[in-house]
């Protein structure tokens, strides 16, 4: 977020602005923090989907939560014997991660759509 800052900062818009008068906070919040939204909403969207899939692959090999609370990964890892003979009880929790995942992106796209408005 920095980085998007220190770059919008030296755009020409935000040194007219600045020669315009406009002072540093209204600069901040008027000019430069909807233009760096952008990069902010990706990583956050990112940074979910992350903490799904790292949620679900330490629960699945035991060192996530504790056993009696249900979690994506703990459903798949005990679905796991059972993959021969019914397939659908592995299905949820994966259905349930995709679903999970596109959410994120999907959630993040619209709020791309709406800043750049």
Same mark, same amino acid.
């Given at each position: 977020?920095?980085?998007?800052?220190?770059v919008?900062?030296?755009?020409?818009?935000?040194?007219?602005?600045?020669?315009?008068?406009?002072?540093?906070?209204?600069?901040?919040?008027?000019?430069?923090? %909807?233009?760096? &939204?952008?990069?902010?909403? +990706?990583?956050?969207? !990112?940074?979910l989907?992350?903490?799904?899939? =790292?949620?679900? /692959?330490?629960?699945?090999?035991?060192?996530?939560?504790?056993?009696?609370?249900?979690t994506?990964?703990?459903?798949?890892?005990?679905?796991?014997?059972?993959?021969?003979?019914? %397939?659908?009880? &592995?299905?949820?929790?994966? +259905?349930?991660?995709? !679903?999970?995942?596109?959410?994120?992106?999907? =959630?993040?796209? /619209?709020?791309?759509?709406?800043?750049?408005r």
């Open positions: 977020m920095r980085g998007a800052i220190l919008q900062r030296e755009r020409e818009y935000a040194v007219a602005a600045r020669v315009g008068g406009t002072g540093r906070v209204r600069l901040l919040l008027r000019h430069i923090l %909807p233009n760096c &939204a952008d990069p902010l909403v +990706v990583q956050l969207a !990112l940074s989907t992350i903490a799904v899939f =790292l949620e679900g /692959a330490m629960s699945f090999l035991g060192v996530g939560v504790r056993p009696p609370e249900p994506l990964g703990s459903l798949l890892s005990q679905a796991l014997p059972y993959l021969a003979q019914a %397939p659908f009880f &592995a299905a949820g929790p994966m +259905v349930s991660v995709t !679903l999970l995942v596109l959410g994120f992106s999907l =959630l993040s796209e /619209a709020l791309n759509r709406e800043v750049r």
